[in-house]
């Protein structure tokens, strides 16, 4: 059964920094890219970041020049830095495979962690 647990999430005010983790277990770490997702009050969730295998990286332009991805493929975890954190950044923020060709790729999604932006 593979499993995802997000961490890291809080309340901050606006123009500061969190740092997201997301523990993987089973075999679906090793095998793809990861990604962090985002779903907003009364939005879709979202693709945020992306790092492959090979530590390649996507970023949507939203968060381009403030969020970093980052993987430890001997941890099995994939991080998110979080700067210069907007209210717009207000989210649950998910971890999950990424730039995989359909749904049916991704695993169970884990509980989320909440991220606030406000002063």
């Known amino acids: 059964q593979v499993q995802l647990a997000e961490s890291g999430g809080g309340l901050v005010q606006p123009g500061g920094s969190l740092r997201l983790s997301c523990a993987a277990s089973g075999s679906i770490f090793s095998a793809n890219a990861m990604g962090w997702y985002r779903r907003a009050p009364g939005k879709e969730r979202e693709l945020v970041a992306a790092v492959t295998r090979v530590d390649s990286t996507y970023y949507a332009d939203s968060v381009k020049g403030r969020f970093t991805v980052s993987r430890d493929n001997a941890k099995n975890t994939v991080y998110l830095q979080m700067n210069r954190l907007k209210p717009e950044d207000t989210a649950v923020y998910y971890c999950?495979?990424?730039?995989?060709?359909?749904?049916?790729?991704?695993?169970?999604w884990g509980q989320g962690t909440q991220v606030t932006v406000s002063s």
């Open positions: 999950n495979v990424a730039l995989v060709p359909s749904p049916e790729y991704f695993a169970s």
